[in-house]
């Protein structure tokens, strides 16, 4: 790392310091700077955005070193294959990781955004208007995107981040925040508007879930079983929780044999890191003497693990058999669990007992049985003929997303711009006191 980048970059940890005070710290720092940020023009905080772009595309060979650094760590501690896709950086994927923020700059402020009017019987005309949430304080591990996709968004929607990243890309996620603040340093607006912990010791999180003095409006955590379950039973404040993606594709009896082979191989091996990868094939019994023997194969060779229930075993050796568990299990790896169902109530039963609310698909030409599993399937995203790698806030149009909220209250699926307003009423009248 030149001198230069370590003059901007945030302090590389302060384990031996006083977390609580650094913390509280941060929350104020935020809180001021959420004053400036919610008020500024749309103009400025796109110019911005545009600015952390170039910033990473400049800041690219300090970000990758420190990427190389963390990847060392994490070869050497043993971590799977799939880990180690997610902490990944290299050239095209920055590129990737800068271009989403210059495009998180052209999508429609959704602040100010007048979401209902109306007008009372004695003249007062009422307004509901999409505002900023504050504070947002996102915990996540290993994706050092996150960084840019989390502060970005939040600038965007008119929000302040507090990032806490995993020490597992501590150094990558270091660097790509001091580029992001530069952007903002560039465009006259608080560097303080993202911040990330520049600590690894784990206290960071607790005072995080305390809400740093009531300057913490919202968490959002990202990773794993542990972690998320940690945040929703200590947080103090309103938490858009992103479970593990224990995702489904379901054959139907009226799939197509070789649509439900392209989706099923997409669903589960184009990238088996990310939340949106299939966990579990279910197939109708009504089809499986035509469709389970060519899909498990088609698995198996592509070099994915298959565990399955009697029906998958005995269509081919090189099944194993599958246990209770891993009916429950986000595998992040080339494996699958395969079930056969006897019909559409069946599976969506199975579903509902063993999935997460993140993502589950039906492929089938029924339209009608379509209709049921996209009605009764009660996931934040339910898609038919489709893979389950769409759970993703770019394939919705959102530009990114912070999180795939599996929760039932305001934000749900990707969390993106609009989903980080909150809105007030503004209520306009001609002199109207109330008798």
């Known amino acids: 790392m030149t001198s230069e980048s370590a003059r901007r970059a945030p302090a590389p940890d302060n384990e031996n310091g006083d977390v609580a005070a650094l913390m ?19 103009e400025q905080r796109n110019r911005a955005l545009i600015a952390m772009a170039n910033a990473l595309r400049k800041r690219a060979p300090a970000i990758l070193a420190a990427n190389q650094q963390d990847l060392a ?15 990944t950086l290299d050239e095209a994927r920055l590129e990737a990781v800068a271009q989403a923020v210059a495009d998180i700059a052209a ?40 960084t840019a996709d989390a502060g970005a968004l939040c600038l965007k929607s008119g929000n302040v981040a507090i990032l806490r990243a995993g020490s597992d890309s501590f150094r990558s996620s270091s660097e790509i925040a001091a580029a992001m603040q530069d952007g903002l340093s560039l465009t006259g607006l608080p560097r303080e508007a993202i911040q990330l912990v520049p600590s690894r010791d784990r206290a960071a999180v607790g005072e995080i ?48 044999l070789a649509m439900a082979r392209a989706i099923l191989i997409n669903a589960k091996l184009r990238r088996t890191g990310v939340c949106g990868a299939a966990e579990t094939l279910l197939v109708d019994e009504a089809c499986a003497a035509t469709h389970l023997k060519p899909l498990v194969a088609a698995l198996l060779d592509e070099g994915c ?15 194993a058999p599958a246990s209770e568990e891993d009916w429950r299990t986000e595998y992040l790896d080339r494996i699958i669990a395969v079930k056969t169902v006897p019909g559409l109530d069946a599976a969506i039963a199975h579903i509902e007992t063993y999935g997460s609310h993140h993502t589950d698909a039906i492929v089938t030409a029924d339209d009608i049985a379509a209709t049921r599993f996209l009605a009764e399937v009660d996931s934040a995203i339910v898609l038919h003929n489709a893979s389950t790698q769409f759970a993703d806030g770019g ?15 305001h934000a749900r699926g990707p969390v993106g711009v609009e989903q980080l307003c909150s809105f007030k009423y503004r209520v306009h009248g001609q002199g109207q006191v109330r008798p």
Request: without cysteine.
């Open 107 to 146: 999508l429609p402020d959704p602040v100010g955004r007048v979401l209902a009017s109306w007008t009372q019987p004695n003249g007062l005309a009422f307004e509901r208007v999409a505002t900023p949430l504050g504070v947002v304080a996102v915990i996540f591990e290993s994706r050092p995107n996150v």
């Open 209 to 256: 879930l305390k809400g740093l003095d009531g300057n913490v409006d919202v968490v959002v955590p990202r990773g794993g079983k542990s972690l998320v379950a940690r945040v929703q039973q200590e947080a103090r404040v309103p938490v858009f929780a992103h479970l593990d993606g224990n995702n489904h594709v379901y054959v139907h009896a009226q799939a197509d």
């Open 24 to 42: 509280r710290g941060l929350g104020r720092a935020a809180r001021a700077a959420a004053r400036r940020v919610g008020t500024a023009p749309a």
């Open 395 to 409: 394939e919705f149009g959102f530009g990114a997303e912070i999180g795939i909220a599996t929760g039932r209250m």
């Open 305 to 319: 693990a298959v565990r399955g229930d009697e029906a998958a075993l005995a269509v081919d050796p090189r099944v």
């Open 73 to 87: 760590d994490a070869r050497a501690s043993g971590l799977i294959t799939s880990f180690i896709d997610r902490l």
